[in-house]
Structure formats: structure tokens, C-alpha cells
């Protein structure tokens, strides 16, 4: 799915500058949704929009390892300025929505 119709269909806001990114060429090929950050390690990979509702810099650490396209933080959480700086740095989508996991994905459907 296209990173732009990925944004409208759960109605988020792109927290992090999206200058960097081409949204036109940018696809999610999958959704990973935990709040574990060692699960997320290990499973998550790239092409995966994270959804979570963890609010921490750590999130941003494990979007690296992971390539994920962007994390989605859910229930209307939003980042610290401070950690949202740290992911503007480090070049990490950060969108937020309204919508829990299980509306993102009844908005989302199948994807593939």
C-alpha cells in the first residue's frame, strides 16, 4: 500500500518531517503491531509500519535495527519533543493516530 493512502485510511498525522521521504514510491508491505521491544527485534522487518504505544526513545533505537517504513503510535499518543528530534535525526517516520491496533487494521484490510 502506498505510504500516502497508508496515512489517510487511519487518519494520522506525520509527526517527523517527511521532507526526506518520496511518500510516492514509499510502500507498507506489511503491519507489525507489539509493544515489546525485544519481539520487535526479532520480527519486525522492513517494509512493516510498527504499530505501538510505547512512549520512548527506545522505539526509535529498534526502528533503525528493524527498517521499518514508520511506527505508528496508536491511541493518540505523541512523542516528547526530545524524542521526536531524535527520530527527525535519525531519519524515522513517526506518524500518530486516534485509532487503536484493532481500527488500524479494519481500516487497513488486507494490504497485500
Request: proline share 0%; aromatic share 6%; charged share 25%.
Amino acid at each position: 500500500m502506498n505510504f500516502n493512502e497508508f496515512c489517510e485510511r487511519i487518519d494520522s498525522k506525520i509527526l517527523t518531517n517527511s521532507s526526506v521521504l518520496n511518500e510516492d514510491k514509499l510502500f507498507i508491505e506489511n503491519i507489525y503491531i507489539c509493544d515489546l521491544l525485544s519481539k520487535v527485534m526479532s520480527t519486525a522487518q522492513s517494509g512493516d509500519a510498527w504499530i505501538t504505544v510505547l512512549n520512548s526513545v527506545n522505539v526509535i533505537a529498534v526502528a533503525l535495527l528493524t527498517e521499518v517504513v514508520c511506527v505508528v503510535l496508536s491511541e493518540g499518543i505523541e512523542f516528547q519533543k526530545e524524542i521526536l528530534e531524535k527520530a527527525e535525526k535519525e531519519g524515522v517516520t513517526i506518524l500518530s493516530t486516534r485509532l487503536n491496533a484493532y481500527e488500524i487494521c479494519l481500516k487497513i484490510g488486507n494490504i497485500k
